[in-house]
C-alpha cells in the first residue's frame, strides 16, 4: 500500500537538518532514491541520501564547522556527519557515456534535478521529495510502486548497455519487494543478460545475497534462470530437470526455488537451498521401475558449491558454513536420541539447528503427500532442544577430562591423545559414557595398550 508522503515524510532530524541548511543556503536540495521510494512503502528508510544543485565545495562550505567526510569528489558526494549520523549528499549529476557496461566514462556535474533522476536505475529509485515542493515523480515511480512493478527508467536496452549490473538490480528489487518485471524491461534484462560478464564477482555476489534475501526469491530464480546462468552456468542443468520420483514433483529448479523461499531469510541458509540439489542432474540414474536417483548428489552439489562460491569471491567463513549444510542436507537422524546426538557432537549443535531448518524447508519442497518427515523433524528438534537444555556434554569444552588429564594417567604425549579424546566425546556424546573424569580415565586405562 503506497502511502502519501507529503505532509508525513518520515524524515531523520539529521536529515532535514542537512535539507534546511542547503536549501537556506540557496541551493535546492532533495531526499531521493531509496529512502523516497521506502517511505512510500511504509517502511523505515534505511538511511537518507541528499542530492543538491550544490557543488561538492559549495556544499562543504554550507557545512563549514561541521563534520564532512570527502566521501566521493569526484562523483560530487561528500558525507556529511550530524549526531554521528552519517548523509551522503551527491550534486546532481549526468552520467556521460559508458564504456565498460559498468563505469561512465565521466561524470558531469548538472544543476538540473531532472537529469539527475533520468540517470537512476529503477522508475521506484528514481524519485525525489522536497519540504516545499513535495514527491518529484517524473517517470511514474509512484504508480509503479503501488502496482507493484519494476521498470527501468527511459529505454531498458540503452539502461542495460550503460551499465549491466542494474539487471541484477532489477531482479534484486523485485525479489525484495516481490513485485513482478515489467515486460518491456524483462525483454531487454533477458536479451542482455550476457552483458553481466563484465560485473565482477563481488557486485554478483553482493546482488545475489540481495535476490535470496528478499521476499521473492524463488520465482525470481525460475523464471531469470538464464540470466542468473550467466556468471552461474551450473544452475542452467536444473531447469526442468525432471525427478522421476514419487517424492518429488516439481524438477528439480523448482523444487529449489521452493527449498529457498522456504528457509529463513539469512545468507548461509538461502545459499545453501539455492546449492543444496545442484548436483542432482550429474547423478541422475533411473532403476528399473524407472524411477529416478540421485546417488551422491549432496556431495557432488557441495563440491559444485565451493567452486561457485570461490568464483564470486565469498568469504571463507560464509562459503564453509554453505558447503556443509549442502554437505548434509540429506542426513537422517530417524528422531532418534543416540543419532541426533551424534550429529550434534560431529557438526557442532549450532550448524546441526542450521541444517534442521534447510531439512524443513527441503520437505516442504516435496511431494505434499510424503511429508512424514516434518514429524520426524519436530521430534528431532524437541530432543535437541532438551539435550541443550540439560547440557548435555557434545564438545570437547564439556568434556570432563583434557588432553593432560589423559597424560597424567599414562598416555604418551602426541597424536594419540587426540585420538582417545575424539573417542571419549564419540561416546559420551552419544550417552554411551557417562561425562565423569574417573570414568573417562578408567575407560582409558582399559582401551589403551601401548602396541
Ligand atoms: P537500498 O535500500 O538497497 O540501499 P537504494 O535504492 O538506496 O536501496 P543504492 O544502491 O543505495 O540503492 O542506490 C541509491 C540510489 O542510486 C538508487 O535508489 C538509484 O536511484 C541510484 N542507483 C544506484 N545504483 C544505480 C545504478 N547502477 N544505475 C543507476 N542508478 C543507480
Ligand atoms: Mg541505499
Known amino acids: 500500500m503506497v502511502q502519501k508522503i507529503n505532509d508525513m515524510m518520515p524524515i531523520s532530524p539529521q536529515a532535514e537538518k542537512v535539507l534546511r541548511t542547503l536549501n537556506e543556503a540557496g541551493y535546492r536540495a532533495y531526499l531521493v532514491g531509496g529512502c523516497v521510494r521506502d517511505a512510500l512503502l511504509g517502511t523505515e528508510p534505511k538511511d537518507y541520501d541528499i542530492t543538491t544543485s550544490a557543488l561538492p565545495e559549495e556544499t562543504k562550505q554550507a557545512f563549514t564547522g561541521f563534520h564532512v567526510v570527502d566521501t566521493g569528489l569526484k562523483h560530487g558526494t561528500v558525507t556529511v556527519v550530524l549526531d554521528h549520523t552519517p548523509i551522503e549528499v551527491t550534486t546532481f549529476r549526468a552520467d556521460q557515456e559508458y564504456l565498460d ?12 534535478l531532472e537529469e539527475d533522476l533520468a540517470r537512476r536505475d529503477l522508475t521506484i529509485n528514481a524519485m525525489a521529495w522536497h519540504p516545499g515542493e513535495g514527491l518529484i515523480d517524473l517517470f511514474g515511480g509512484e504508480s509503479d510502486l503501488s502496482s507493484g512493478i519494476i521498470r527501468c527508467v527511459g529505454d531498458p536496452d540503452e539502461r542495460f548497455r550503460e551499465d549491466a549490473l542494474r539487471i541484477l538490480r532489477a531482479l534484486r528489487f523485485a525479489s525484495r519487494l516481490d513485485f513482478r518485471i515489467e515486460p518491456e524491461t524483462e525483454a531487454a534484462l533477458l536479451r542482455n543478460a550476457g552483458l553481466l560478464e563484465a560485473i565482477s564477482a563481488e557486485r554478483i555476489a553482493s546482488e545475489l545475497n540481495g535476490i535470496l534475501l528478499g521476499r521473492g526469491p524463488g520465482e525470481i530464480l525460475v523464471r531469470y534462470v538464464e540470466v542468473l546462468g550467466i556468471p552461474i552456468p551450473e544452475l542452467l542443468p536444473m531447469k526442468d530437470f525432471e525427478q522421476h520420483n514419487p517424492h518429488h514433483h516439481l524438477d528439480v529448479l523448482r523444487h529449489t526455488a521452493a527449498v529457498v523461499d522456504a528457509v529463513p531469510a539469512e545468507k548461509d541458509l538461502r545459499l545453501a537451498a539455492l546449492f543444496h540439489d545442484i548436483g542432482k542432474p550429474s547423478c541422475f540414474t533411473q532403476d528399473e521401475n524407472g524411477t529416478g536417483h540421485f546417488y551422491g548428489h549432496a556431495k557432488i552439489s557441495r563440491n559444485i558449491t565451493t567452486k561457485v562460491m570461490r568464483r564470486l569471491k565469498y568469504d571463507n567463513a560464509t562459503r564453509e558454513q554453505v558447503e556443509k549444510l549442502v554437505m548434509y542436507h540429506d542426513l537422517d537422524t530417524e528422531g532418534r536420541e543416540v543419532l541426533i546426538r551424534r550429529w550434534m557432537r560431529r557438526l557442532s549443535p549450532e550448524l546441526f539447528a542450521r541444517l534442521l531448518f534447510l531439512k524443513r524447508a527441503d520437505i516442504l519442497g516435496q511431494h505434499p503427500d510424503y511429508r512424514d518427515g516434518l514429524k520426524v523433524l519436530d521430534e528431532t528438534r524437541n530432543i535437541m532442544e532438551r ?50 573424569k574417573d570414568t573417562l580415565i578408567d575407560w582409558v586405562k582399559e582401551n589403551y595398550h601401548e602396541d
Open 387 to 436: 539435550l541443550l537444555a540439560d547440557h548435555v556434554c557434545l564438545t570437547m569444552q564439556d568434556l570432563a577430562v583434557t588432553g593432560a588429564d589423559l597424560i597424567a594417567a599414562g598416555v604418551p604425549r602426541g597424536p594419540i591423545v587426540g585420538i582417545l579424546l575424539d573417542k571419549l566425546l564419540d561416546r559420551v556424546a552419544e550417552g554411551r559414557l557417562e561425562n565423569r
Open 101 to 112: 557496461h559498468r563505469h561512465p566514462s565521466s561524470v558531469v556535474f548538472t544543476r538540473s
